[in-house]
């Protein structure tokens, strides 16, 4: 494939430089004000060369194609304007061309409430995935972050780690899982809104990329536009109300620009009861411009979020409780205060210089991140769960009972749990207070610390040989040190912490202190240093009906632990430095184009990548001990799409199949299991496991009138496991049996039967139609009504094994485990279709040169209330037990579920001038 797509790009080459070409002449400037557009983008759709305006809006390009083409002049805030041109070597003078602005634009904020929202128990899975697509116009896309989203939507099935974020071109990807943090920026949509992005396989300027795509958020002031912008947001999503100001000076006559941006979000509670949130950000950038053809720029991002997390629930609890319904928090002295709050600050620092001459550009850049990412919980020791959803005061423990089911009990259960739903913090207080305690805590609030220390530097050069042909490459260097720790926050009345494992009465911190106090490192304290290098090259060509692009990058990969307490568990390894992990890796991808016309072409792209496993798969328990994963292999990823494109001047949109396969991943997972094993916290090790990607998109999109705009969307996927994986268990104390554990403290659980069954990455199959209206007088209204289905929740990997059909007590199989009551218990769960209807509206005004816009949407309008997602749980260890608790038909061991928001709206008004 690699050396098709090389002889493709290079035999084709057969350029006639001395083609006289067509004139395309033309100003930009802004309606209503009748101010130039600076840096307007002028683009021919399907072509890979970009123009743009100069300081007074004129644009003066040369293209070489002949035929029927459509242009296309963009600007950010702005409504893209499209021209239907023929080109046949004769000049074309467009005149004044009137940008109108924005005010969709406003849907960004919209997205980031959803996204920013706690759906997910730490979010970044689905947040990530939805802010990569915020600025493409590409219409499916589109549909997928706005609408679909809500329903944890996941383009082609992937994660956020496989599209690639960078600002000023340095990546921002976090090494711990390889998904970008957007709560770094968060707030600060006004200056990140200049967005590049890159879909899929298609090449980029900044790097090799990632397979959904890269956006390249351009935050240099002089990009931005002048003037000051002020809003005021109002949500009952995440946070319920937002202030933000910006100002961008625009160069000076000296050369000097500058640009500051701040905003507040807070909500004392948010959809989901108990979910505080409280942020603040501030963007401060300075950029000076010697000339034309070059800038040096400073900038500093610092962005503070705190919230409050919600649960997955049981079908269970659902049901006695609703979607809105979170056991994490509980009143003290009045006030709501939650057990499980998040909060980031994490500081970025960025120098940058760019130099753009007529056929050459080079971008340098370096970035210095710094600060915390603190999650806190409670913990508990040798006392009871405070959680008031522990499966023992719920009445499935009574009517599931070994014994026979206990209706008085359960019904006691019921009506306790409804008189008292929320955390107790009283009886944590009282628990800890109480004189046989002599001071010792039974409960404490503490806090799992990352201190992380990041520094990038990346570069990339573009060189374009002849009209024709264009020559890139670059690279990145990142390094990583990370202390993680448990942090003391609050010892909830008692006088000190015994830094001691309550299942094993082992030291954690055997070199040290036994009795912790507030803001004491206890229970774990180590550190993660890490590195990675990557250097790509690329080379495109674009001819009259053929254009083609190569790319290949190589990159290296080190990690190593260094623990920093000493765990009585594990004497030999837990303190010290590891062995240093280390992964060498080689990609490749390409891409042909074919131009039937100027409005109708096909591309199909194909890439084979391989990747580093990310550094929280890499140790198997990282917090007490240095064991990597054995003999732990680099992922491989083989992936390929084929695409038709259509731009006609009413209609435009493309039709897609990919087919995409992950090779050799490796995921670990934390959770207590209770079998004839041994009843511990244990760690999960899949290793061998592949995953496949197939399917469709869709999408259309037609002008039905100057007013008027219909949209179809649609996604057939196919996401299954591909592979029978191994799996191992490490346990974390003696509680299990020792005679059934390897020297290492392990057990190999053999093959885990899962090919085929489906990956639980969100609706599998979406559809989507959307109506809008925009009205002369500057106020437009649109409704999409959304259909999601084959949604699948997350399996356990243990019940698909062997030993799990097998009674500790004999060590036979379980009489009743046939293979058609195995298959019965264990089928996998198909979630709910979903139903939604959103609609968003707006409305502008031009005041004394002043722009005012209004901006509203109401999402899930027929407050509809589903399952977004869901997992297994893996408590139950065995056949029997897992058979014992399901006999009822309401298991204490269910799945747990996430669940949607209802009714939700957005409003924001902004002014700017």
């Given at each position: 494939m690699r050396t098709a797509l090389l002889l493709a790009v290079f035999c084709c080459t057969n350029v006639h430089f001395g083609q006289q070409g067509t004139v395309i002449l033309g100003s930009v400037q802004e309606m209503g004000r009748n101010l130039p557009v600076p840096n307007a983008t002028i683009t021919i759709e399907n072509t890979s060369r970009n123009f743009f305006t100069d300081a007074n809006g004129n644009f003066d390009v040369q293209v070489h194609q002949v035929g029927e083409y459509v242009l296309k002049i963009s600007a950010p805030d702005f409504v893209p304007k499209r021209f239907s041109l023929y080109f046949e070597g004769k000049p074309i003078d467009l005149g004044p061309?009137?940008?109108?602005?924005?005010?969709?634009?406003?849907?960004?904020?919209?997205?980031?409430?959803?996204?920013?929202?706690?759906?997910?128990?730490?979010?970044?899975?689905?947040?990530?995935?939805?802010?990569?697509?915020?600025?493409?116009?590409?219409?499916?896309?589109?549909?997928?972050?706005?609408?679909?989203?809500?329903?944890?939507?996941?383009?082609?099935?992937?994660?956020?780690?496989?599209?690639?974020?960078?600002?000023?071109?340095?990546?921002?990807?976090?090494?711990?899982?390889?998904?970008?943090?957007?709560?770094?920026?968060?707030?600060?949509?006004?200056?990140?809104?200049?967005?590049?992005?890159?879909?899929?396989?298609?090449?980029?300027?900044?790097?090799?990329?990632?397979?959904?795509?890269?956006?390249?958020?351009?935050?240099?002031?002089?990009?931005?536009?002048?003037?000051?912008?002020?809003?005021?947001?109002?949500?009952?999503?995440?946070?319920?109300?937002?202030?933000?100001?910006?100002?961008?000076?625009?160069?000076?006559?000296?050369?000097?620009?500058?640009?500051f941006s701040a905003s507040r979000r807070w909500a004392k509670e948010g959809y989901v009861e108990g979910t505080l949130?409280?942020?603040?950000?501030?963007?401060?950038?300075?950029?000076?411009?010697?000339?034309?053809?070059?800038?040096?720029?400073?900038?500093?991002?610092?962005?503070?979020?705190?919230?409050?997390?919600?649960?997955?629930?049981?079908?269970?609890?659902?049901?006695?409780?609703?979607?809105?319904?979170?056991?994490?928090?509980?009143?003290?002295?009045?006030?709501?205060?939650?057990?499980?709050?998040?909060?980031?600050?994490?500081?970025?620092?960025?120098?940058?210089?760019?130099?753009?001459?007529?056929?050459?550009?080079?971008?340098?850049?370096?970035?210095?991140?710094?600060?915390?990412?603190?999650?806190?919980?409670?913990?508990?020791?040798?006392?009871?769960?405070?959680?008031?959803?522990?499966?023992?005061?719920?009445?499935?423990?009574?009517?599931?009972?070994?014994?026979?089911?206990?209706?008085?009990?359960?019904?006691?259960?019921?009506?306790?749990?409804?008189?008292?739903?929320?955390?107790?913090?009283?009886?944590?207080?009282?628990?800890?207070?109480?004189?046989?305690?002599?001071?010792?805590?039974?409960?404490?609030?503490?806090?799992?610390?990352?201190?992380?220390?990041?520094?990038?530097?990346?570069?990339?050069?573009?060189?374009?040989?002849?009209?024709?042909?264009?020559?890139?490459?670059?690279?990145?260097?990142?390094?990583?040190?990370?202390?993680?720790?448990?942090?003391?926050?609050?010892?909830?009345?008692?006088?000190?912490?015994?830094?001691?494992?309550?299942?094993?009465?082992?030291?954690?911190?055997?070199?040290?202190?036994?009795?912790?106090?507030?803001?004491?490192?206890?229970?774990?304290?180590?550190?993660?240093?890490?590195?990675q290098f990557e250097a790509f090259g690329q080379l495109s060509t674009t001819l009259k009906k053929?254009?083609?692009?190569?790319?290949?990058?190589?990159?290296?990969?080190?990690?190593?632990?260094?623990?920093?307490?000493?765990?009585?568990?594990?004497?030999?390894?837990?303190?010290?430095?590891?062995?240093?992990?280390?992964?060498?890796?080689?990609?490749?991808?390409?891409?042909?184009?074919?131009?039937?016309?100027?409005?109708?072409?096909?591309?199909?792209?194909?890439?084979?990548?391989?990747?580093?496993?990310?550094?929280?798969?890499?140790?198997?328990?990282?917090?007490?001990?240095n064991e990597v994963v054995p003999e732990i292999q680099k992922e491989t990823i083989t992936t390929t799409d084929v695409s038709y494109f259509v731009r006609l001047p009413n209609l435009t949109g493309r039709l897609t199949a990919f087919y995409t396969r992950f090779m050799n991943t490796t995921d670990i997972n934390f959770f207590f299991v209770d079998s004839g094993l041994g009843s511990d916290f244990v760690q999960e090790v899949i290793t061998g496991l592949d995953r496949l990607h197939k399917g469709l998109e869709l999408g259309l999109e037609y002008e039905a009138s100057s007013s008027v705009k219909l949209t179809l969307v649609g996604n057939l996927g196919d996401y299954v496991y591909a592979s029978d994986p191994s799996v191992q268990i490490n346990f974390d104390t003696a509680g299990a049996d020792e005679d059934l554990i390897d020297p290492e403290g392990d057990i190999d659980l053999g093959i885990a039967k899962v090919k085929g069954l489906k990956l639980a990455q969100g609706p599998q199959t979406a559809l989507a139609l959307g109506v809008e209206y925009r009205n002369p007088n500057y106020w437009w209204f649109g409704a999409t009504a959304n259909y999601l289905t084959h949604n699948y929740i997350n399996i356990s990997t243990i019940s698909r094994t062997s030993s799990f059909l097998l009674d500790p007590e004999t060590g036979e199989r379980f009489p009743d485990a046939t293979d058609e009551n195995v298959a019965k218990i264990l089928r996998q769960k198909k979630l709910e279709d979903i139903y939604l209807l959103n609609l968003i509206g707006g409305k502008s005004w031009l005041v004394n040169k002043k722009y005012i816009s209004l901006f509203a949407s109401v999402s899930n309008l027929f407050d509809g209330v589903f399952r977004t997602g869901g997992y297994e749980q893996s408590r139950n260890g065995n056949f029997g037990q897992l058979q014992q608790d399901n006999l009822s038909g309401a298991p204490s061991f269910g799945p747990k579920y996430w669940y949607s928001y209802g009714r939700t709206y957005f409003l924001n008004l902004a002014i700017s001038f």
């Open positions: 061309v009137f940008l109108e602005k924005d005010i969709f634009q406003e849907r960004s904020d919209n997205l980031i409430t959803l996204t920013e929202g706690d759906l997910l128990d730490d979010g970044e899975a689905v947040s990530g995935a939805l802010g990569l697509l915020q600025s493409t116009k590409d219409v499916f896309l589109n549909r997928a972050a706005f609408d679909f989203g809500q329903a944890f939507f996941k383009v082609r099935g992937y994660d956020s780690r496989n599209g690639t974020v960078l600002i000023n071109g340095i990546p921002m990807n976090k090494f711990f899982d390889g998904r970008p943090q957007w709560n770094n920026w968060g707030g600060l949509n006004d200056v990140v809104r200049n967005q590049e992005y890159d879909h899929a396989l298609d090449i980029n300027s900044y790097g090799f990329g990632g397979i959904l795509g890269n956006t390249q958020i351009n935050v240099r002031p002089s990009g931005m536009r002048p003037g000051i912008r002020l809003s005021s947001s109002a949500s009952n999503r995440t946070y319920r109300g937002r202030l933000m100001a910006t100002y961008n000076s625009g160069p000076s006559q000296k050369g000097w620009a500058y640009s949130y409280d942020a603040y950000s501030f963007f401060g950038a300075l950029e000076y411009l010697p000339n034309s053809k070059s800038s040096l720029s400073l900038t500093a991002i610092l962005a503070r979020n705190r919230r409050g997390r919600s649960a997955a629930l049981t079908e269970e609890v659902f049901e006695l409780k609703g979607n809105q319904y979170n056991p994490y928090w509980g009143n003290q002295d009045g006030e709501l205060r939650n057990s499980r709050g998040r909060e980031i600050f994490e500081p970025i620092f960025l120098l940058n210089y760019k130099l753009q001459r007529e056929k050459f550009s080079w971008n340098v850049g370096v970035a210095h991140q710094f600060g915390t990412n603190t999650r806190s919980r409670l913990g508990y020791f040798n006392a009871p769960n405070p959680d008031p959803t522990y499966y023992r005061y719920l009445p499935s423990y009574f009517i599931n009972s070994s014994i026979g089911a206990d209706f008085i009990n359960a019904n006691l259960a019921r009506e306790g749990f409804l008189k008292h739903p929320q955390l107790s913090w009283e009886q944590l207080y009282t628990a800890n207070t109480n004189a046989n305690n002599q001071g010792r805590a039974a409960y404490v609030l503490y806090n799992d610390v990352a201190d992380d220390t990041q520094t990038t530097m990346a570069t990339n050069m573009e060189y374009n040989i002849s009209e024709n042909i264009n020559l890139g490459f670059g690279g990145n260097f990142k390094t990583l040190s990370s202390e993680n720790y448990a942090e003391i926050q609050d010892l909830l009345g008692a006088e000190f912490h015994e830094d001691m494992d309550s299942f094993s009465n082992t030291l954690n911190d055997a070199n040290g202190k036994l009795e912790k106090t507030t803001g004491d490192k206890f229970n774990y304290n180590y550190t993660l240093d890490t590195s053929w254009s083609g692009f190569v790319s290949a990058s190589i990159s290296g990969y080190k990690a190593q632990r260094n623990g920093l307490f000493v765990n009585e568990r594990f004497l030999e390894n837990s303190i010290g430095e590891s062995p240093k992990v280390s992964f060498s890796n080689m990609s490749f991808k390409g891409g042909l184009t074919y131009f039937l016309s100027g409005r109708h072409w096909f591309t199909a792209n194909a890439a084979k990548v391989e990747r580093s496993p990310t550094l929280q798969n890499i140790f198997i328990n990282p917090r007490e001990n």
